[in-house]
């Protein structure tokens, strides 16, 4: 059997998945937050209508105000973290 000239040099195996680079997973960190925020209702009365519906109990619209606000909280926290260790990273990179 003889490979043909198309063949040679292709890796197989293992190493020839393809990996997450940094910037695939850098992007996939901001996604989450950026979603979260981009798909939470504005009003209460709407959360609880999808929390019914996605799990079939019925939730007070009292409580459903606090969950969206500690949703938000959540939200903006993680935003604010990666926000931050990328000004650190940058800051880093200028200074080495």
């Given at each position: 059997?003889?490979?043909?000239?198309?063949?040679?040099?292709?890796?197989?195996?293992?190493?020839?998945?393809?990996?997450?680079?940094?910037?695939?997973?850098?992007?996939a960190r901001w996604?989450?937050?950026?979603?979260?925020?981009?798909?939470?209702?504005?009003c209460p009365l709407?959360?609880?209508?999808?929390?019914?519906?996605?799990?079939?109990i019925g939730v007070?619209?009292?409580?459903?105000?606090?969950?969206?606000?500690?949703?938000?909280?959540?939200?903006?926290?993680?935003?604010?973290?990666?926000?931050?260790?990328?000004?650190?990273?940058?800051?880093?990179?200028?200074?080495?």
């Open positions: 059997m003889s490979a043909y000239r198309c063949c040679q040099g292709v890796a197989r195996g293992p190493a020839a998945a393809p990996r997450a680079t940094p910037a695939r997973t850098g992007f996604l989450a937050p950026a979603a979260l925020f981009a798909l939470t209702p504005k709407c959360i609880a209508a999808y929390l019914t519906a996605a799990t079939g007070s619209a009292s409580s459903v105000t606090w969950m969206r606000t500690a949703a938000i909280m959540i939200g903006a926290g993680a935003l604010g973290y990666l926000a931050a260790s990328a000004m650190g990273r940058r800051r880093r990179a200028r200074v080495s």
